[in-house]
């Protein structure tokens, strides 16, 4: 039964993100688990929502530069993604982001010093 725990996990997250009266556009998958990263990516395919992922060989910075040039307004980030997660956020104009921690079950201290972001976490879902 332990193949249900990430299915029930991306199936929160997902119903959580489409029920905020912020419209996605696009979303970044800053996930390292490769089971939960590819539920994500089939289950926003499905909904024909566009999907931004890390390349593992890639230079991060790349992923970095594409998603401050998108429209992208929805960031789901495990705990190791953090450092570019912090790249990120200072360096995007987007207002009305969205970025779902996966991990945490509460909010760190850290995310109050990013106004201009609205951040989720495990206590968010149902």
Same mark, same amino acid.
């Given at each position: 039964? !332990?193949?249900?725990?990430?299915? $029930?996990? +991306?199936? #929160?997250?997902?119903? +959580?993100?489409?029920?905020? *009266? /912020?419209?996605?556009?696009?979303?970044?998958?800053?996930? *390292?688990? #490769?089971? +939960?990263?590819?539920?994500? +990516?089939?289950?926003?395919?499905?909904? *024909?929502?566009?999907?931004?992922?890390?390349?593992?060989?890639?230079?991060?910075?790349?992923?970095?530069?594409?998603?401050? $040039?998108?429209? !992208?307004?929805?960031l789901l980030v495990d705990r190791s993604n953090y450092p570019q997660l912090r790249q990120l956020i200072p360096s995007s104009t987007q207002q009305n982001i969205? /970025?779902?921690?996966?991990?945490? #079950?509460?909010?760190? *201290?850290?995310?109050?010093?990013?106004?201009? !972001?609205?951040?989720? !976490?495990?206590?968010?879902?149902?």
């Amino acid at each position: 039964m !332990c193949y249900k725990l990430p299915i $029930n996990h +991306v199936a #929160s997250w997902i119903n +959580v993100l489409t029920s905020t *009266d /912020i419209p996605i556009k696009s979303v970044a998958l800053l996930i *390292d688990n #490769s089971p +939960v990263h590819d539920l994500f +990516v089939e289950q926003f395919n499905h909904r *024909d929502i566009k999907t931004y992922q890390q390349i593992k060989e890639a230079n991060p910075n790349r992923l970095i530069k594409q998603l401050i $040039n998108s429209d !992208c307004n929805i960031l789901l980030v495990d705990r190791s993604n953090y450092p570019q997660l912090r790249q990120l956020i200072p360096s995007s104009t987007q207002q009305n982001i969205v /970025i779902a921690l996966t991990q945490e #079950s509460w909010m760190p *201290d850290w995310t109050w010093a990013f106004a201009q !972001c609205h951040f989720l !976490c495990q206590q968010d879902l149902p």
